[in-house]
């Protein structure tokens, strides 16, 4: 059974060399921002984390033992969450702006 939307589908182009370049520097640098961003953004959260818990439990006396692993373990959430809204805003950015001469566009099969 044929899909009538192939024939909708626009060609291909080939791309020369500069126009590769053009559209790997795009995404190159694009997404060298984006994990800055959430490589800061995490170690902001982590240690902003880090020190309410570590003065909380400090104050409470509370042994580093009992508290260090759960500490750890919500970290690795809280940098998967912020990781995955960075990777989301990357591929908005990308579909939303113009790369040189090229613009990134979604086609439903």
Do not use: D
Request: charged share 15%; with cysteine.
């Amino acid at each position: 059974m044929e899909n009538s939307n192939i024939s909708k589908l626009p060609e291909r182009i080939e791309l020369s060399r500069n126009e590769w370049f053009i559209l790997t520097w795009g995404f190159f640098w694009r997404g060298v921002c984006i994990a800055f961003l959430s490589i800061f953004s995490g170690a902001v959260v982590g240690a902003v984390l880090g020190f309410l818990v570590g003065t909380i439990m400090g104050l409470l006396k509370v042994p580093l033992q009992y508290y260090i692993t759960p500490l750890k373990v919500v970290s690795f959430f809280l940098g998967i969450g912020i990781n995955f809204l960075f990777m989301f805003v990357y591929i908005k950015w990308l579909l939303s702006t113009n790369i040189g001469p090229f613009r990134l566009k979604l086609i439903r099969n």
